[in-house]
């Protein structure tokens, strides 16, 4: 049975208890749909629609975690030399030839945009160089 109520406002409100359970499941927060639910594509699918990819040898989750959790949990320097040694030592890679590639120089190419960076003051992204003039980040709009 359906009856109609005014409501604080004055607006007709329903009272049956159909209303009652609708009003009730918008109320609710919304919850993450739980992982069985995801879609996930199988292993493999890129091969079967053409898409060349390569994958990494070493997970680069694992890499990201363990980075995180010596940074801030064991509080160590990342930008030293030993520090990066242990935690490559620790993930299986060659301790060896990654200290070899670190001070030789190998990589020092793909470092220039960042010295670039630092000489224009880029502190935000995006920043902007114009002529003299220096936009930084989205407050400059």
Known sequence: MTRRRLTTSGAARESSPR??????????????APVSRVHRPPPGWWRTHGVPIVL????PQRWTERMFRVFFVRQRDLGSLDA??????????????????????????????????HELDVTAVPTFVVGDRRLAGPAHR
């Open 56 to 59: 990494p040898a070493v997970s």
């Open 84 to 117: 990066l040694i242990d935690v490559a030592t620790a993930q299986c890679l060659d301790s060896d030839g990654l200290r070899a590639a670190l001070t030789s120089g190998l990589y020092t190419d793909g470092h220039q945009p960042l010295r670039r960076a």
């Open 19 to 32: 209303a009652h359970r609708r009003r009730a499941r918008a109320a609710r927060p919304l919850r993450a």
